[in-house]
């Protein structure tokens, strides 16, 4: 009995101190509604400065800050290269070719359309790839309560009556 208690306050703590984590932004899976924004942004008109500066106000909010940064720093006049390197290190390499192609549009005028479809149709499917494999990792996670939680039910309530009977069954007859 002391020992289930030692596990249940083990067990306990960990989903306390798990609880107490903050989560770390996940942009990997921000990165496709991010592209598919832009897209839009860049078809209704704007240039390549004009939507990293209105794109903050409609990513998820795992990205928000560093955009918002971004068009703060664009607003007070610095270079658009120079914020685009900036926001290319603050989101990681999941964002690398879009910072890429927004700075070579930039530098060179080019139109930008054909290139962000292609970059958002990839990045929708190395999403579903990541839930794919996501989905794959379910039956390992769920091992855990199965063996811990409901298997223990199970012995307690239908085994454990009938070991209970049968030993008075046996009690009773070597009386």
């Known amino acids: 009995m002391i ?3 030692a596990i249940a306050g083990v067990v306990g703590l960990y989903f306390f101190y798990r609880q107490q984590r903050t989560p770390e932004p996940n942009i ?3 990165v496709p509604e991010m592209i598919d924004t832009l897209l839009v942004l860049v ?3 704007h240039g390549p400065v004009a939507a990293i500066s209105q794109l903050h106000n409609w990513v998820p ?3 928000k800050p560093p955009l918002y ?3 703060v720093e664009l607003a ?3 270079r658009f290269g120079d914020v685009i390197k900036k926001l290319r290190n603050d989101l990681g390499p999941g964002v690398f ?3 890429d192609i927004l700075a070579s549009a930039d530098r060179d005028g080019l139109p930008i359309t054909s290139i962000l479809d292609q970059l958002s149709f990839h990045s929708h499917r190395e999403r579903q790839r990541l839930r794919e494999i996501e989905t794959k990792e379910l039956p390992v996670r769920l091992l855990f309560p199965l063996v811990c939680c409901i298997l223990p039910s199970f012995v307690l309530l239908a085994m454990l009556p009938l070991l209970i ?3 008075t069954v046996v009690s009773g007859q070597l009386w």
Do not use: E, K, M
């Open 28 to 30: 990997a899976r921000s």
């Open 165 to 167: 009977n049968s030993l």
């Open 69 to 71: 940064r971004a068009h």
């Open 76 to 78: 007070a006049g610095q």
């Open 3 to 5: 020992s289930l208690i």
């Open 61 to 63: 909010t795992d990205i």
């Open 43 to 45: 078809r209704a008109g």
């Open 97 to 99: 070719p879009v910072c």
